[in-house]
């Protein structure tokens, strides 16, 4: 991940929303959701959510997929993996161990995501 993509991430990601719904498809890995549901969960008007899936899947920390008449919406968590790494991947000036307590937990939480499509 560059600077640039990390940005777009990082910008996503910055408003309320946005995060709420990346956080509700996060739980609902790898099955994702349709975004009629998305809606739904967070109580919000349809065409408010699309928006906010279009930011979203536009940073590439969603993918999406038509089934039939229903978008399903899947977070990418390889890409949410490639975020986090570029994040800790300078981490304590070059003693690894200092940050070998994060990086096992942010390995042990998931196992390793797909690529996203």
Sequence with gaps: ???????????????????????????????????????????????????????????????????SRQIVYRACLSRLQDLMLFLVRDCCAGSPELCAPLIATLSSCCPSPESCS
């Design 1 to 67: 991940m560059d600077m640039e993509s990390a940005l777009a991430a990082l910008s996503a990601l910055s408003q309320s929303t946005r995060l709420a719904i990346f956080r509700l498809l996060v739980r609902h890995e790898p099955d994702g959701l349709p975004a009629g549901h998305v809606a739904r969960h967070l109580d919000m008007p349809q065409n408010t959510i699309s928006t906010h899936l279009a930011i979203l899947t536009r940073a590439g920390l969603l993918s999406a997929q038509r089934h």
